[in-house]
């Protein structure tokens, strides 16, 4: 009975009829080879949304993970560059690092002159982007200069195989890596008393402190984690692309704010969960998927996020507001 | 071992130069069920703090257990086993009963890692102790408020508390929900556990406190068992005055002008049926019901709120079609409604502009407000209603509930109304303010003539301030109450008999 009520199970009937529906217009949609592809394009909007899930279940909002994404790859691969390092592990801690280090500014901005969310994070975005562009470097970093072992890395396939046509096709390892950090921010949420004190914080401030909460470290680690988080992906995706750009990423906020909302996560604060948020993504990345293979126009494709965005947060607000009658 | 539990010596609290706190003594006995009451501003709050841990008394002592304890913070206070319940809970709308019950052990534990079976059966022994069971998954936000009460309860008992101090208990309650808080209550009492109701509803400390204390101006004008005190006595206790509790008597205007309002057949398709009503100037008519009978809904319709309805309203002999709220007050009707906070007052903002928002129609000059006729109506207004504020320009959310109410009302005669519906007019106000808003309605209805219908729960102020009262019931006039026979019993009695 609570499984049917559970909106986690609501996405999921709605993802499942929306896979069968692009299915019956596309078939190729079920080949293996367009699926693997669909995974691989999630690993990315993923690890962001996972981030943005626990800022958004604290009560807040983040448009800057973005820019802190791309810094911290950035950054990172042109040290790498710079000292000739190759190896893997140690990039991927720095980059991390860094967004950590940015969120944390996020967190106290937001902590010591009690600004609203939106605002901070537009400015320490905006601040971001302009810094990395003045005084770390404007061109891109391409294949023929990319650290080798970070493509090597990335390359990695859990499954190869070989379609009718020849071509090689595979199964991203980083997918792995993805659900990994997903079951490390559910566990987090779900049983450590700081990830309850994310959901305390964005259901009620006022009493969340006088419980006993610090919701000062609570803020400190809600921002940090999605700058840690940005920090990683932003490195694994210039990875995956073989390529750092250092204006990469602009307006994919929107997207992942879109499926981390269409995941069920409530813009007021205090519900939402992983499950949710791995649905939500996979849904925007299938919908987009899908608009491309229909050859529509990618700035219809801003069109049709928009909407989602409009429609899920309708939605929500429309639970939400029920729920309290 | 000494004789009580928590004793408050003396105790003096003074915010700058504001004495919040005069030389206040208040010794609470284990086990015991002991009432403060005091109107607003009497200090009530401000005593509570102390106990908590959360002000430090300026001056005076405070004793736990015959044992001075100075510098208590917060956390002192629950140690020693203090746990007050805000008027808001505390609680999380967001999260299940059971991780409510629970967060409050584990935080106090220190805990990092949430074991949810333990938890569970926290929470399961949290309520078993007050004897009730719940659904510990149902998210806190999808409960009643009594249900939200019981959760804040269970979760103040569970961490070994020995004095529970409850603020306005009662305030959102409905008589049977108050009839269970109080066996909780009691219940809890059994345990050894003391209980301080903080409310200044009478009836209710007589029925379930053991011994009272009254705060007056930050000063303790009464204390003793509850024996030695009858509703009258506290009345005077708290305001320092004795309240009129003489009736209202309606003398017809000579000559014959039609009455204010008039309403013939008038229907709401689903929840009022073939309504007739007229009331005269100098009017002041209850209406009264159960909960959902209608009477929130015939004010609507009468206000243009609700244009679907048939039938016909005259207003002093001109027949008005109240399609929309500006027609409504427009024709002379104004409506103050049920919770004044959300639905009639702009808080932020200040005491004139709440007064002229619904009439600066009548003060423009072109396309120009005139700021000189708006100011004289407004502090002319500010000082017939005795709106206790420094001037018209406080924000309204400085204002405590009495004087809220009082904006509303001043607003509505600015509007030049006729005919006034009041809803529940005194919910939430406490006795001195009340018996203010009364006395103002009553002027209003002598002396400007103003036709009053006042919708209410409140058996007392009905029967004290109108001169007849219609009984309402599934969306019809049911029975009336004239000035021959207006007592509490008769109306308790025709009320009953609806059920």
Request: hydrophobic share 50%; charged share 15%.
């Amino acid at each position: 009975m609570t499984l049917f009520r559970r909106s986690e199970f609501i996405i999921a009937c709605i993802l499942v009829a929306a896979m069968i529906i692009i299915g019956l217009i596309n078939p190729a949609f079920w080949s293996l080879d367009n699926l693997f592809g669909l995974l691989r394009a999630n690993v990315i909007i993923g690890i962001l949304a996972l981030g943005v899930l626990v800022v958004m279940i604290s009560g807040g909002i983040d448009v800057s993970f973005t820019a802190f994404a791309v810094a911290a790859m950035y950054l990172t691969i042109k040290v790498m560059i710079y000292y000739g390092y190759g190896g893997v592990l140690l990039p991927f801690v720095a980059a991390t690092l860094i967004g950590t280090f940015l969120g944390a500014f996020n967190a106290f901005f937001i902590h010591s002159f009690r600004m609203i969310p939106l605002i901070v994070t537009l400015g320490t975005g905006s601040v971001v982007r302009g810094l990395l562009l003045g005084l770390v470097g404007t061109s891109m970093i391409n294949i023929d200069k990319m650290p080798q072992q970070l493509i090597a890395f990335a390359k990695t396939d859990l499954i190869s195989l070989t379609s009718a046509s020849g071509t090689n096709f595979g199964l991203t390892a980083m997918i792995l890596i993805y659900f990994g950090l997903a079951l490390l921010t559910h566990l987090f949420l779900r049983y450590t008393m700081m990830g309850r004190s994310v959901f305390a914080l964005g259901g009620a401030p006022e009493a969340a402190s006088r419980v006993g909460f610090n919701t000062r470290n609570t803020l400190f680690v809600v921002y940090c984690f999605a700058g840690a988080l940005a920090g990683f992906a932003g490195l694994l995706h210039g990875s995956m692309i073989w390529l750092a750009n250092p204006r990469d990423f602009v307006g994919l906020e929107l997207d992942v704010i879109a499926a981390v909302v269409l995941g069920g996560a409530s813009i007021f604060g205090g519900r939402g969960s992983v499950i949710g948020t791995l649905l939500g993504v996979f849904m925007l990345v299938m919908v987009k998927n899908s608009l491309i293979i229909m050859k529509v126009d990618t700035t219809w494709q801003r069109v049709v996020v928009g909407l989602i965005i409009i429609i899920a947060t309708a939605l929500t607000a429309w639970r939400d507001r029920k729920k309290l009658v | 071992m000494s004789e009580y539990l928590l004793e408050l010596n003396n105790i003096s609290k003074r915010f700058g130069g504001l004495v919040a706190l005069d030389a206040v003594s208040l010794a609470i006995k284990p086990g015991e069920i002991h009432c403060l009451a005091g109107e607003n501003g009497s200090g009530k709050s401000t005593i509570i703090k102390i106990m908590a841990g959360v002000y430090q008394p300026t001056e005076g002592e405070i004793r736990i257990d015959g044992v001075p304890v100075t510098g208590m913070t917060p956390a002192h206070s629950v140690q020693h086993g203090i746990q007050v319940i805000y008027q808001d809970f505390s609680l999380f709308g967001n999260l299940s009963v059971l991780e409510n019950l629970a967060l409050n052990t584990m935080l106090l534990e220190k805990r990092r890692v949430v074991d949810w079976t333990r938890a569970r059966n926290l929470a399961e022994q949290a309520l078993a102790r007050l004897g009730v069971t719940m659904d510990l998954d149902a998210d806190v936000e999808t409960l009643p408020t009594s249900g939200k009460q019981i959760i804040a309860i269970a979760r103040a008992v569970m961490v070994n508390a020995r004095l529970i101090i409850m603020d306005e208990p009662t305030t959102a309650l409905t008589r049977p929900e108050v009839d269970a808080l109080f066996r909780i209550v009691r219940d809890i009492q059994a345990q050894g556990i003391a209980v301080l109701f903080v409310s200044h509803k009478m009836r209710e400390m007589l029925e379930i406190s053991e011994r009272l204390t009254v705060l007056r101006n930050g000063k303790k004008v009464a204390e003793g068992p509850i024996t030695d005190f009858n509703e009258p006595k506290i009345t005077r206790a708290m305001t320092g005055h004795d309240l009129t509790d003489q009736s209202y008597v309606w003398e017809p205007a000579a000559g014959d002008s039609p009455p204010r309002l008039e309403v013939r057949n008038l229907s709401v398709p689903g929840s009022i049926e073939d309504i007739n009503l007229t009331l005269h100037a100098g009017e002041i008519v209850g209406l009264s019901g159960l909960i959902g009978a209608g009477r929130t809904e015939l004010a609507l319709a009468l206000f243009g709120m609700n244009p679907k309805f048939t039938g016909t309203v005259t207003v002093d002999g001109r027949e008005v079609h109240p399609a929309t709220v500006q027609e409504a007050i427009g024709s002379g009707i104004a409506y103050v409604p049920e919770d004044r906070l959300s639905e009639g007052l702009f808080l932020p903002q200040s005491i004139e502009r709440n007064m002229l928002a619904t009439s600066l129609n009548n003060f423009v000059r072109g396309i120009f407000i005139d700021r000189k006729r708006t100011a004289a109506a407004t502090s002319g207004m500010f000082g017939a209603m005795q709106i206790a504020a420094p001037g018209p320009q406080t924000p309204v959310n400085h204002l405590s509930g009495g004087n809220q109410q009082r904006v509303v009302l001043a607003r509505w005669l600015l509007t030049g109304a006729r005919v006034l519906i009041l809803n529940g007019p005194t919910v939430g106000v406490d006795v001195g303010s009340k018996a203010q808003i009364h006395r103002k309605i009553r002027e209003l209805a002598v002396e400007n003539g103003l036709a009053v219908l006042m919708i209410s729960d409140d058996v007392p102020e009905l029967v004290q301030n109108c001169n007849r009262i219609i009984i309402m019931h599934r969306g019809r006039f049911v029975d009336e109450i004239g000035p021959d026979s207006l007592h509490e019993d008769a109306l308790n009695d025709r009320l009953k008999a609806l059920k």
